[in-house]
């Protein structure tokens, strides 16, 4: 079992900056492949940005070149770096961590962009 706690979220005005956290349990956290995804009311959960063990990365079309997801093993953490946001950017954004066996998701965090 993982348990992800994502933290970071907010209000922030078109043009501004967040930065994500998700710590995650387990002691091979090296191994996972991690992503963040959002969701946006009335829409589908969608990727935005994802990371693997060996750290390719991978990001949705909307926010390549604006945000930057890494990850810091010794912490057993990812970071999902968000710039240049735009109202459009608006959901509950999720991490996920994928074992190889399971996924698990986190509970969400809200972020907000105002025009």
């Known amino acids: 079992q993982v348990q992800l706690v994502e933290s970071g979220g907010g209000l922030v005005q078109a043009g501004g900056s967040l930065r994500l956290s998700c710590a995650a349990s387990?002691?091979?956290?090296?191994?996972?492949?991690m992503g963040w995804y959002r969701q946006a009311p009335g829409k589908q959960r969608e990727l935005v940005a994802a990371?693997?063990?060996?750290?390719?990365?991978d990001y949705g079309d909307s926010v390549k070149g604006r945000f930057a997801v890494s990850r810091e093993n010794a912490k057993n953490t990812v970071y999902l770096q968000m710039n240049s946001l735009k109202p459009e950017d608006t959901g509950v954004y999720y991490c996920?961590?994928?074992?190889?066996?399971?996924?698990?998701w986190g509970q969400g965090t809200q972020v907000t962009v105002s025009s």
């Open positions: 990371i693997t063990s060996g750290g390719r990365l």
């Open positions: 996920n961590a994928n074992t190889g066996r399971n996924n698990y």
């Open positions: 387990g002691s091979i956290f090296g191994h996972y492949a």
